[in-house]
């Protein structure tokens, strides 16, 4: 059994259970091998189909060429690398996920999605875990039946287990149940928050001052650049900076500090400051096209491939991760590469010292 709420098809592509009548349906597929992988696709999206439903698929880069030939002769279909669109978790909901539900005002869709799978490096497990509560919030109230799929045989234990806590329902064997660990989004994404490693002693530090962001823009240009950045990645960098910087100064109270270095193949950049990040759901959650802020954020996150925020005792810091062994991300939504309202990202003001 799966979402879909309509009686009478195979168990994996639709159910009996009382899945809500409207809004998001949004449920984990426990796959141990190959066969109930594609059985639950297949089944999955030939309901959809047969309801005349539009339907999303995306799955990572290795498993394209076994997905492709079952859904070849479906039509109203679409096929997505999940290793592009989803290489910064974080960014799928905002970019490839809205701009499908919005392709399609008025209809139930559904979309089979694998954000997390082995072979993914871990750092990005937790932001994987985030993007699968965040999805609660984001499509709740739209006519969106999600299916999402987890490797039973190849993902860590700590992993599936948050899988329950992110889904209202879980498939496995054919049948679907009310998953009993589900929680509050907010509450799976307090329990998530870990603290940062501290930087290295000799990372390049910079005090981020009004009069000073040319300066930080060129001396991370320059860190990144001797990392082994593109020029593009390094124009990203710089962007994504100036957005955290200019935050900092806005909102924070008091000084803030940006700190770059490269460790293990990854260049990391933040920028730490007195000031709370108020809104767990900032930049995770598009504003309305119309709006003019809380786009700073949703852009940094388009431009990096991982984004870490902590909060402790009245201090934020949001560090970014480019990874130096991959090509630049192709443009996912037309967000401007520099949003007038960028500094809007539900900071607030923190007591003085």
Excluded: K
């Amino acid at each position: 059994m799966a979402a879909g709420g309509r009686r009478g098809a195979a168990l994996t592509g639709d159910d009996r259970s009382p899945f809500p009548a409207e809004g998001l349906r949004h449920d984990a597929l426990l796959y141990d091998h190959d066969r109930d992988y594609l059985d639950g696709i297949r089944d999955f999206v030939a309901a959809g189909r047969a309801a005349d439903e539009p339907v999303l698929v995306a799955v990572p880069t290795h498993r394209l060429p076994l997905v492709q030939p079952v859904l070849d002769g479906l039509g109203g279909v679409e096929l997505a690398d999940m290793a592009v669109i989803g290489r910064n978790p974080a960014a799928i909901i905002p970019t490839a996920l809205r701009d499908f539900v919005d392709r399609f005002p008025g209809r139930r869709l559904r979309i089979v999605g694998e954000s997390l799978w082995p072979g993914r490096p871990s750092v990005a497990y937790r932001h994987c875990m985030e993007h699968e509560a965040v999805l609660n919030v984001a499509l709740a109230d739209r006519p969106v039946t999600a299916r999402c799929l987890f490797d039973r045989s190849g993902l860590p234990a700590a992993a599936l287990a948050c899988v329950g806590h992110t889904h209202p329902w879980l498939v496995s064997g054919g049948v679907a149940r009310i998953s009993r660990d589900y929680q509050r989004p907010e509450s799976v994404l307090d329990q998530l928050t870990r603290p940062l490693p501290a930087p290295p002693r000799d990372a390049v530090t910079v005090l981020v001052e009004p009069a000073g962001l040319a300066a930080l823009r060129a001396t991370v240009a320059t860190v990144g650049s001797a990392a082994g950045l593109t020029e593009e990645r390094v124009d990203d960098l710089r962007i994504a900076v100036t957005e955290l910087a200019s935050n900092a100064l806005t909102h924070g109270a008091g000084p803030a500090t940006a700190r770059c270095w490269v460790e293990r193949g990854e260049l990391l950049c933040e920028v730490s400051g007195r000031g709370e990040l108020t809104d767990p759901l900032a930049g995770r959650i598009p504003p309305p096209r119309d709006g003019v802020r809380g786009r700073g954020l949703l852009l940094v996150h388009q431009l990096c491939d991982l984004v870490d925020v902590h909060t402790a005792d009245g201090v934020t810091t949001i560090r970014l991760h480019l990874d130096l062994d991959r090509d630049p991300l192709p443009p996912a939504i037309p967000v401007p590469r520099s949003a007038p309202g960028a500094t809007q990202n539900g900071f607030a003001l923190a007591p003085p010292l």
